[in-house]
């Protein structure tokens, strides 16, 4: 890239690495979410398109071959698989998603990796020194997400992506990424309660925000919705002449006995949306007669390669504690998921209940990197288990966290029970839930609330030193913020 197409950022007079002073000045980005309509001056999401043409964005959105995809579950998961098909079919692909677990590069994938830190600064200043010349009192610079949505754009202009893969941060009609006009197909994953302070506090509006990102005649694709949802999508469709259909769950057959590269029953469903949109996609831009024959029985090569090889961190994810040192490894082991919605709770504790069944200590696993934000307090449960058969005893811990707008009465009620279905003890309890739940001090001892994360991490890695003779197992979920901190941590 040239000094002229990057730029080189604004001189600084700080003591701040390069990187670091980036971070500095999104971080004077942040402000507190609202919605984006008209009744928030320096919010209004018309004023999305005064950056554009500061940028100089306009034609290069309109020529990008967008996907499209809005929803409250699964919105992640489908990209992945989405991105990872397109690209073993041989395009270049851009990826934006959100949020990130360690590093904000993560939001920026290039060919299914993160954005390199060369050009992820030269990208970011060329963007920020632009807008702070050319804002005002009238058109302040953009908020935190706007402004990454707008060096996404810039990036996959850039590098000249086949394919821009963008998946919306909230909602879907007031959204930063849904200043594209002419998108080549859209998506809406499964549809829960979540963000009701913005969206709604029903189905139907949360519905109707998701569908915001419909565009005329622009063909869609959605997953089986509870009814009040469906009746939404189908009436917004309807109005713009939007040709919706609902796809089914990818039948694992068609993997050829492999298995997708995310873990659980869920992401067949995840699967078989991203299927549609590639599929459509590559009809619509003129390739599918080289790439895909219209069979139900069967999938080509590189589809079944793109989603058995997708991964995605913080989401199912296994990562034994790099910090314990002994003979007998794995003995505190992380399983990691970042669901922050009832419905997912119930998915998560379905998966961690067969995970820690057929865990294998000696697999190969898959690690990443890891995040450093901020957390109120977390919680500890700790169940007594014996393994039948083996001189090993395994204690499952439930590692919760989530953030303040949500409700952990609305959370932990569906994990518990959904483990206790399988088998698994669940009698937890944590700050926001004593009073409300009137448990007695009896049923408590085992539960313990930290003020701080590595108070947590410590106080496990404590007991595995005093517990030789236990593999502790601990599921940590209720926030990805929380999950990109276990990580950050368990590799220290």
């Known amino acids: 890239m040239s000094d002229q197409e990057g730029g080189k950022g604004s001189p600084k007079s700080s003591s701040l690495g390069p990187y670091e002073e980036a971070m500095e000045a999104l ?43 809005a929803g409250t579950k699964g919105k992640g998961s489908t990209c992945t698989f989405t991105e990872s098909i397109l690209r073993n079919c041989g395009f270049r692909t851009g990826l934006f998603t959100s949020p990130h677990l360690i590093d904000i590069r993560e939001r920026f994938r290039l060919d299914g990796m993160e954005i390199c830190e060369e050009k992820f600064l030269a990208y970011f200043w060329w963007c920020y020194d632009r807008l702070k010349e050319k804002t005002d009192d009238n058109i302040p610079m953009p908020t935190y997400f706007r402004f990454l949505a707008l060096v996404a754009f810039k990036i996959f202009a850039a590098e000249q ?97 492999l298995r997708l590269g995310l873990e659980g029953e869920h992401q067949y469903l995840n699967a078989g949306l991203a299927i549609a949109l590639c599929f459509t996609w590559l009809k619509r831009t003129g390739h599918v007669g080289d790439i895909y024959m219209e069979q139900t029985d069967t999938l080509p090569e590189q589809f079944v390669k793109g989603l058995t090889s997708a991964s995605l961190q913080g989401r199912a994810q296994i990562v034994p504690d790099q910090h314990i040192k002994s003979e007998r490894s794995n003995e505190l082991v992380f399983f990691l998921d970042g669901a922050h919605s009832p419905e997912s709770m119930e998915v998560c504790a379905r998966w961690f209940s067969l995970a820690i069944k057929e865990y294998n200590p000696d697999q190969t696993l898959f690690h990443q990197q890891l995040n450093n934000s901020k957390l109120s307090h977390e919680v500890v449960k700790s169940t007594y288990h014996g393994e039948r058969g083996s001189q090993r005893k395994s204690t499952p811990i439930l590692l919760f966290n989530c953030l303040t707008v949500r409700d952990p009465q609305l959370l932990l009620p569906r994990l518990m029970k959904t483990c206790a279905d399988h088998g698994r003890s669940t009698d937890i309890v944590s700050e926001e839930l004593k009073d409300d739940m009137e448990m007695s001090a009896s049923n408590c001892e085992h539960s313990t609330v930290f003020s701080s994360l590595p108070l947590a991490i410590k106080w496990l890695r404590d007991r595995v030193q005093q517990n030789q003779s236990v593999r502790f197992q601990v599921l940590v979920t209720g926030s990805l913020h929380l999950v990109g901190d276990v990580l950050n941590l368990v590799k220290k």
Do not use: W
Request: hydrophobic share 40%; proline share 5%; aromatic share 4%.
């Open 27 to 69: 971080s004077s980005l942040i402000t507190r979410r609202t919605r984006a309509d008209d009744s928030n001056v320096g919010d209004q999401f018309s004023l999305l398109y005064d950056y554009l043409k500061m940028l100089d964005l306009e034609e290069p959105i309109a020529n990008m071959k967008i996907i499209h995809v």
């Open 161 to 257: 992506v086949d394919v821009a893969i963008m998946e919306v941060g909230l909602g879907g009609k007031y959204d930063a990424t849904n200043v594209v006009q002419s998108p080549i197909v859209c998506g809406i994953t499964s549809l829960g309660y979540d963000h009701m302070e913005i969206l709604g506090n029903t189905l139907g509006e949360i519905a109707g925000e998701k569908a915001g990102i419909f565009k005329n005649r622009i063909p869609a694709f959605t997953v089986p919705q509870p009814d009040e949802a469906m009746h939404v999508l189908e009436e917004k469709a309807s109005l713009l002449n939007v040709p919706l259909q609902v796809v089914t769950p990818l039948d694992a057959k068609l993997l050829n006995g």
